[in-house]
């Protein structure tokens, strides 16, 4: 997704700030921030994000009406922008690999490290709710990611040509309960599995590297179940899936890829689902009420 070329920007920055309602954005990696973006901005929001370095596409700066650029570990300055722009409601879209903690990459400010040394774990929610707790903490609410890409939700069923076969529906079943297992552990939402067999379980890694690694131990045929995680919060984490999920499979030699309806965002659909049938691998909207 591209935003250049989309004037709307440009015409709502020459438009008094004041006569339209504010959200931040809190922009990581991937589509996901662009989407949000674009979503709110047509609900009549003035979009104004912060764009974590070193994550966020430059392409999102087409498709906001302001933007600033910081680092992804200074969590005062985030907090400092929101509020000095009169911001009370904040979105956040696009992955941040927690990964960059261990890889030197990032130096979190004070305010960030002492929320970090209040962690009870480093797990995802934990570090998300906390994120959130001092995001409240300065009047600011975090929203549902999903209130902007409402229309980007897995439907259920069948949504390529390709249809599963009977086996692999049954690799479906047996990899939605690991699966569901994994998100209640806040360790992953997705896991590979081939013959009722787990090839790989995401963790730090990401979807993407978890299915390159499950592929090659599947030596093709693997079917990926990517979930929400029980009782998911929906203003962060929210599972996506977009063409680099399409490519990784496509590497790996997968044949299926089953995603939660309704709880999974599947960005690019017009593109991937296309891309998918010529790939011959099978997409599919599951929905299984007992976790």
């Given at each position: 997704?591209?935003c250049?070329g989309d004037?709307t920007g440009?015409?709502?920055?020459?438009?008094?700030q004041?006569?339209?309602?504010?959200?931040?954005l809190?922009?990581?990696?991937?589509e996901?921030?662009?989407?949000v973006?674009?979503?709110?901005k047509?609900k009549g929001f003035?979009v104004?994000?912060?764009?974590?370095?070193?994550?966020?596409?430059?392409a999102?700066?087409?498709c906001?009406?302001d933007?600033?650029?910081?680092n992804?570990?200074?969590?005062g300055?985030?907090?400092?922008?929101?509020k000095?722009?009169g911001?009370?409601?904040?979105?956040?879209?696009g992955k941040?690999p927690?990964?960059?903690?261990y890889?030197s990459?990032?130096?979190?400010?004070?305010?960030a490290m002492k929320?970090l040394?209040?962690l009870?774990?480093?797990?995802d929610?934990?570090i998300?709710?906390a994120?959130?707790?001092?995001?409240e903490k300065e009047?600011?609410?975090?929203l549902?990611t999903?209130?902007?890409c409402?229309?980007m939700?897995?439907?259920?069923g069948?949504?390529?040509k390709?249809?599963?076969t009977?086996?692999?529906f049954k690799d479906?079943?047996?990899g939605w309960k690991?699966?569901?297992?994994?998100g209640?552990l806040?360790i992953?939402?997705?896991?590979?599995?081939?013959d009722?067999?787990?090839?790989a379980v995401?963790?730090?890694e990401g979807?993407?590297?978890?299915?390159k690694?499950g592929?090659?131990?599947?030596?093709?045929g693997?079917?990926?179940?990517?979930?929400?995680k029980?009782n998911?919060d929906?203003?962060?984490?929210?599972p996506v899936?977009?063409?680099?999920?399409?490519?990784a499979m496509?590497?790996a030699k997968?044949r299926?890829?089953?995603?939660?309806?309704?709880k999974?965002i599947?960005?690019q659909?017009d593109?991937?689902?296309?891309?998918?049938?010529?790939?011959g691998?099978?997409?599919?909207?599951?929905?299984?009420?007992?976790?």
């Amino acid at each position: 997704m591209s935003c250049y070329g989309d004037r709307t920007g440009a015409t709502k920055r020459s438009q008094p700030q004041k006569k339209m309602k504010k959200i931040g954005l809190i922009s990581g990696m991937g589509e996901l921030p662009k989407a949000v973006a674009l979503e709110a901005k047509a609900k009549g929001f003035h979009v104004m994000a912060v764009a974590l370095e070193p994550l966020a596409d430059k392409a999102l700066s087409a498709c906001v009406d302001d933007i600033t650029w910081i680092n992804v570990g200074k969590l005062g300055k985030i907090i400092e922008y929101l509020k000095r722009s009169g911001i009370r409601k904040a979105v956040m879209a696009g992955k941040v690999p927690k990964s960059l903690l261990y890889k030197s990459r990032i130096t979190p400010d004070l305010r960030a490290m002492k929320l970090l040394f209040t962690l009870k774990d480093r797990g995802d929610d934990s570090i998300l709710l906390a994120l959130t707790r001092e995001l409240e903490k300065e009047g600011i609410t975090l929203l549902n990611t999903t209130d902007f890409c409402s229309q980007m939700l897995t439907p259920e069923g069948f949504l390529t040509k390709s249809r599963p076969t009977d086996v692999e529906f049954k690799d479906i079943t047996f990899g939605w309960k690991i699966a569901k297992g994994m998100g209640k552990l806040d360790i992953g939402q997705t896991v590979v599995v081939k013959d009722q067999a787990v090839m790989a379980v995401e963790a730090i890694e990401g979807t993407d590297e978890a299915i390159k690694r499950g592929g090659h131990y599947a030596a093709g045929g693997a079917v990926v179940v990517k979930v929400s995680k029980p009782n998911q919060d929906m203003r962060f984490d929210v599972p996506v899936v977009g063409l680099a999920t399409l490519h990784a499979m496509v590497a790996a030699k997968a044949r299926v890829l089953a995603l939660e309806a309704e709880k999974t965002i599947l960005l690019q659909k017009d593109v991937l689902l296309p891309s998918a049938d010529k790939a011959g691998i099978s997409v599919v909207g599951y929905r299984n009420n007992v976790d």
